[in-house]
Nanobody, 126 residues
């Protein structure tokens, strides 16, 4: 059982930046592809960004491309989401997720991940 704990959310003005972190309890962190999802009130959970086990492959939702960057540090069992040029429409609860996969390059963009964090609130004011 992998436990994921997100941190770094908060309130920021439009145009500002935040960096989310997700720490995993699993020492074999490198066997999981990792993803960030978000869910705004009244909306479905949506994919934001994902990174392969090796860190060499990343995917982003079109809405965040060029503004958000996902990265991982397997030595620290942590995945990050750097969010720049934030917009009010980025307001949501952000979730970290882990996907157990044999592939070092595969990244799922659907919410069929194996483990989820509790979420962290990001609010962007206009």
């Amino acid at each position: 059982q992998v436990q994921l704990v997100e941190s770094g959310g908060g309130l920021v003005q439009a145009g500002g930046s935040l960096r989310l972190s997700c720490a995993a309890s699993e020492r074999t962190f490198s066997i999981y592809a990792m993803g960030w999802f978000r869910q705004a009130p009244g909306k479905e959970r949506e994919f934001v960004a994902g990174i392969s086990r090796s860190g060499r492959v990343t995917y982003y939702a079109d809405s965040v491309k060029g503004r958000f960057t996902i990265a991982r540090d397997n030595a620290k069992n942590t995945v990050y989401l750097q969010m720049n040029s934030l917009k009010p429409e980025d307001t949501a609860v952000y979730y970290c997720a882990a996907d157990l996969t044999n592939s070092v390059t595969y990244v799922s963009q659907s919410p069929d991940y194996d483990y989820w964090g509790q979420g962290t609130q990001v609010t962007v004011s206009s």
